[in-house]
């Protein structure tokens, strides 16, 4: 396989898109194209500050490359979840994400919950009546709180994520086979700030598929941490990934169609608003963060719940 560029040795052939690139070119393609989708989808410009959410992975510490290659002015946040599995997978997680700011002198804010709130996530879930399932869905609150806060906090504009199009095609098929209306209308490239104290989040790598962020930190030499979070064995979105990987094997393009017509269909006004606008919007009255509870938001009541003996 050549590359369509210079006719060189091609290092990945991308069958949707009927191209195939070597390395060079591949490497210039990447940042190329997620500057197009950061204008076309008005994620935001070269004025504003933006906050990159940093797992250690290699979705996440690619977009943060991409971004300071194309001249934006981005920091890393870091959040230690307290989650061990045998292979001190925060910990190692961590130092990636400490490596690869230090190499390039980039700034790294690290929120470690369990010394900042007392508890790591495991051991927040634990005070959960659900404390012997996965402790995903108090991480998922815990993390979205811990975000929204830091980029508060330090007057970010926007908060971006290295979600993929494998995983948002994951998440939408997941909400369209339950039609969940009111997450299928949030869901998208970009989430607007629909409320005072709530950060605006992008996701600039949305159109690139797994298999293309992985040969970007490759070909880059990015080093980032393989292992998957302990929980994420067996979770829903890995079943509903491979399906769509069957689906992408015979007809190459299947997943990036999925997803765009959601968004064009979108446009079109499928989806109406009549939940959100309903919903009361109240402040946190322990950390002030908007929230649609009465008093607490759901993070500080979960870090407020007795340990249990
Ligand atoms: S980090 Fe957290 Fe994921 Fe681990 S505990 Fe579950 S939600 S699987 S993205
Ligand atoms: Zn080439
Ligand atoms: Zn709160």
Same mark, same amino acid.
């Given at each position: 396989m050549k590359c369509k560029k210079c006719g060189g040795k091609a290092a990945i052939n991308m069958r949707q898109h009927k191209l195939a690139l070597c390395k060079e070119h591949y490497l210039d393609w990447i940042p190329a194209q997620t500057q197009r989708f950061i204008e076309k989808y008005k994620m935001f410009s070269p004025e504003d500050k933006i906050l990159v959410a940093v797992s250690g992975g290699k979705d996440s510490l690619a977009l943060w490359d991409i971004l300071i290659q194309l001249g934006y002015q981005a920091d890393g946040l870091y959040i230690g =979840? %307290?989650?061990?599995? %045998?292979?001190g997978y925060s910990d190692k997680s961590l130092r990636f994400c400490q490596r690869y700011a230090d190499r390039h002198g980039l700034n790294l804010i690290v929120v470690d919950v369990g010394k900042t709130y007392g508890s790591t996530i495991p051991q927040l879930n634990d005070k $959960? &009546?659900? %404390?012997?399932?996965? &402790?995903c869905a108090v991480c998922g609150v815990s993390k979205r709180n811990i975000m929204n806060r830091a980029a508060r906090d330090g007057n970010y504009d926007v908060l971006v994520t290295g979600h993929n199009l494998d995983d948002e095609a994951a998440v939408l098929f997941g909400n369209t086979l339950n039609w969940l209306d009111r997450y299928l209308l949030r869901q998208g490239p970009v989430l607007e700030a629909e409320r005072p104290g709530l950060v605006r989040k992008a996701k600039p =790598? *949305?159109? *690139?598929y797994e298999r293309e962020t992985a040969a970007y930190a490759l070909l880059r030499g990015i080093e980032y941490i393989y292992d998957e979070c302990p929980h994420a064995v067996g979770a829903k979105s890995i079943y509903y990934k491979e399906i769509l990987n069957q689906l992408e094997t015979k007809r190459p393009g299947a997943k990036l169609i999925f997803y765009l017509n959601f968004l064009k269909a979108k446009d079109r006004g499928l989806f109406a608003e009549p939940v959100i606008e309903s919903e009361a919007l109240n402040t946190c009255t322990s950390c002030g963060q908007p929230t $649609?509870? &009465?008093?607490?938001?759901a993070f500080c009541r979960l870090v407020e719940l007795p340990t249990p003996d």
């Open positions: =979840l %307290g989650i061990d599995g %045998g292979f $959960t &009546p659900r %404390g012997k399932e996965k &402790p =790598l *949305f159109r *690139f $649609t509870s &009465p008093a607490k938001c």
